[in-house]
């Protein structure tokens, strides 16, 4: 029932701009805070950026002043707007519903930072 689709990814230059997007459904949206992760290869899916219910947010420092998370309840949506891209940002991106059991995740949006 629970279901997150990533989308917005692409191939981008150094410098690039790019916003993504997850569209949530089966369940209550607003009542949940929304997480954005990566993951690149070889590494761990690791937090970049999670919106709360109230609207407060808080980032990874290594996108702090970079990103901007936010939400459209009316939606069902949480995007991530991803200025001055660096190649360090290359990752698959999920969403997450937070501070629930189980987890889940979309299917991840491909994002590419190259010359």
């Known amino acids: 029932q629970v279901q997150l689709v990533e989308s917005g990814g692409d191939l981008v230059q150094p410098g690039g701009s790019l916003r993504l997007s997850c569209v949530a459904s089966?369940?209550?949206?607003?009542?949940?805070?929304m997480g954005w992760y990566r993951q690149a290869p070889g590494k761990q899916r690791e937090l970049v950026a999670v919106?709360?219910?109230?609207?407060?947010?808080n980032y990874a420092n290594s996108v702090k002043g970079r990103f901007t998370i936010s939400r459209d309840n009316a939606k069902n949506t949480v995007y991530l707007q991803m200025n001055s891209l660096k190649p360090e940002d290359t990752a698959v991106y999920y969403c997450?519903?937070?501070?629930?059991?189980?987890?889940?995740w979309g299917q991840g949006t491909q994002v590419t930072v190259s010359s």
């Open positions: 997450k519903r937070e501070s629930s059991s189980p987890t889940y």
């Open positions: 089966g369940f209550v949206f607003r009542a949940y805070a």
């Open positions: 919106i709360y219910t109230g609207g407060s947010t």
